[in-house]
């Protein structure tokens, strides 16, 4: 299995609610990380986990918060979103977090602020 | 601090003509490259990275890049462009410095859209 798979595909939410986004691979990887890219820009990352630990966040805001279970998946809890956080949520896998390693990307969630 | 440029933001190309697609890069220790495609509504593929060794690397789909530590550069390149190689094509980089779970994660550049014409 060289898939990295997102749930769900699209989210619409309001302001007010909570949701979770969930990521997935089972390529035995020990690294995975949350971007985000809006239109027509590149991805930026958000977390990296590194063997299930939060290695890196990049001064993302406390209304998001990642969450990895276990070592095959990613989850990203949101809360008290704002319009300007509608974008691709991307999430990706590696062999490890060393610099060398490709990632292997998930389609991605296109989440929609209301 | 690591960076990328791609100086374009589209190269249109005739089907069949060879196509570049051109990136720069700025690192304070060595660089790991890559080059990444994405379609509409998708995710990221992975097409192809310079670690180190030969300065040609050749990826999926045909696609391969040639690494230029002089320029500071890592151009995509293809002998013969096809009509579905059309999509956003992203260059990135990480350095060397960045060891396992430091500071800096994937940087990407702008991005690339690539029209390839039949």
């Known amino acids: 299995d060289t898939e990295v798979t997102q749930t769900p595909k699209h989210l619409v939410m309001g302001m007010t609610n909570k949701k979770s986004l969930k990521c997935e691979q089972h390529?035995?990887?020990?690294?995975m990380y949350w971007y985000k890219q809006k239109a027509k820009k590149p991805p930026e990352l958000m977390f990296v986990?590194?063997?299930?630990?939060?290695?890196i966040n990049e001064s993302v805001p406390s209304r998001f918060s990642p969450e990895c279970p276990n070592s095959s998946l990613l989850n990203l809890h949101l809360h008290a979103l704002q319009p300007e956080d509608s974008a691709l949520y991307l999430c990706?896998?590696?062999?490890?977090?060393?610099?060398?390693?490709?990632?292997?990307f998930g389609p991605g969630t296109r989440l929609t602020v209301l | 601090a690591q960076s990328v440029a791609q100086p374009e933001d589209q190269v249109n190309v005739a089907e069949g003509n060879p196509l570049t697609v051109k990136c720069t890069y700025s690192?304070?220790?060595?660089?790991?490259l890559f080059w990444y495609v994405q379609y509409p509504n998708r995710g990221l593929q992975f097409l192809l990275k310079y670690i180190t060794g030969d300065n040609l690397v050749k990826g999926s789909y045909g696609f391969e890049a040639e690494f230029n530590k002089s320029q500071t550069s890592f151009h995509l390149k293809k002998p013969s462009a096809l009509v579905s190689d059309s999509a956003l094509y992203f260059c990135?980089?990480?350095?060397?410095?960045?060891?396992?779970?430091?500071?800096?994660?994937?940087?990407f550049g702008k991005g690339t859209h690539l029209i390839i014409q039949p």
């Open positions: 986990y590194s063997y299930e630990k939060l290695s």
């Open positions: 690192v304070s220790g060595n660089p790991y």
């Open positions: 990706a896998s590696s062999q490890d977090s060393f610099p060398d390693n490709e990632q292997f």
């Open positions: 390529m035995g990887h020990r690294a």
């Open positions: 990135a980089v990480r350095d060397s410095h960045s060891l396992g779970g430091g500071a800096d994660g994937l940087t």
